[in-house]
């Protein structure tokens, strides 16, 4: 099997759900403690070996593409100060990976986002990172995914167990067991099913490594849920039918994600990451205690 060496980051949506911060501000620069949420996200891709990072982008996004690039100007400002310390945590952005950019012209929904992506991936396995989801470090998902697709050929998928009550949110995954205990066959996709309806509790999350014929799968989707082309639409076909692309696994997973998606979320990602961070974690958590024994 080819090795994987793309990475896929759409981006562009239009942030809704953060109205007004995200009327001039793409959503995927809101800080996180003290990154942009799409910085943890394109870090996590070169930390599983993908360092050719094509993101797909959209009107009033040019401050994604201007983060990942030189600033010189600040660069050489914090140079007069002496500010090596923040110098390198400027420059480490633009040094990160090579980057590559593409407007989705007609946000067509997160298929046509993956599609606009053919002309660079060509006939290679590549994986595809969602920015709402940030999946901690310490839990290597994206490499164990690589891994089983570079093994078996076809694409895989990233699950996690979730509430019933919560399953409407989600694609859903009708699973078959296999001898891996966090690897499973997927043989059928459902996008936000009623919990009914749910083949079981096993949510798609933002993460994906795909075979290049959901291309041509992709082209052949109607648009679906939402008017919109969708990525899990496209990986059913796959899942019924492997002589398009080969077989579609998901791998479980039981590490830690934080989902920055929802404005609630968003704030418990940014109190959970800053309690874990040693240089604010001490101080943060000790006022945390205060403020909750006070106010709560």
């Not at 400027?90 to 990976?97: I, P």
């Not at 082209?219 to 076909?237: F, K, M, S, W, Y």
Request: charge should be negative; glycine fraction near 10%.
């Amino acid at each position: 099997m080819r090795k994987i060496q793309k990475a896929v980051i759409p981006a562009a949506g239009l942030g809704t759900r953060f109205l007004p911060a995200t009327k001039a501000t793409p959503k995927e620069m809101l800080p996180v403690v003290d990154k942009p949420a799409i910085q943890y996200v394109v870090e996590e891709a070169v930390a599983a070996g993908l360092s050719d990072v094509l993101m797909i982008t959209g009107r009033n996004k040019r401050a994604l593409e201007d983060h990942f690039d030189r600033n010189y100007e600040l660069e050489s400002a914090l140079t007069r100060k002496g500010d090596d310390e923040r110098l390198v945590r400027v420059q480490e952005s633009s040094e990160l990976a090579t980057m590559h950019y593409v407007r989705q012209g007609d946000p067509r929904g997160l298929g046509h986002a993956v599609l606009c992506a053919e002309p660079h991936v060509g006939d290679e396995p590549f994986a595809v990172l969602l920015g709402d989801d940030l999946i901690d470090p310490r839990d290597p998902l994206l490499a164990r995914m690589t891994e089983i697709q570079e093994r078996e050929g076809g694409s895989v998928v990233a699950l996690m167990e979730v509430a019933p009550e919560q399953v409407h949110m989600y694609g859903c995954a009708a699973v078959e067991a296999t001898a891996q205990d966090d690897v499973v066959r997927v043989t059928g996709l459902v996008e936000k099913p009623e919990p009914v309806e749910a083949p079981s509790n096993l949510a798609v999350i933002g993460r994906y490594v795909l075979d290049p014929a959901v291309f041509g799968v992709l082209r052949e989707t109607e648009p679906g849920r939402g008017g919109e082309i969708q990525l899990t639409d496209a990986l059913q076909q796959l899942a019924v039918d492997e002589k398009l692309g080969g077989p579609v696994h998901g791998v479980v997973f039981r590490g830690r994600r934080y989902d920055t998606g929802d404005r609630g979320d968003y704030l418990r990602a940014i109190v959970r990451l800053a309690c874990e961070r040693e240089d604010l974690g001490p101080d943060f958590r000790n006022w945390l205690r205060g403020y909750v024994a006070a106010e709560l």
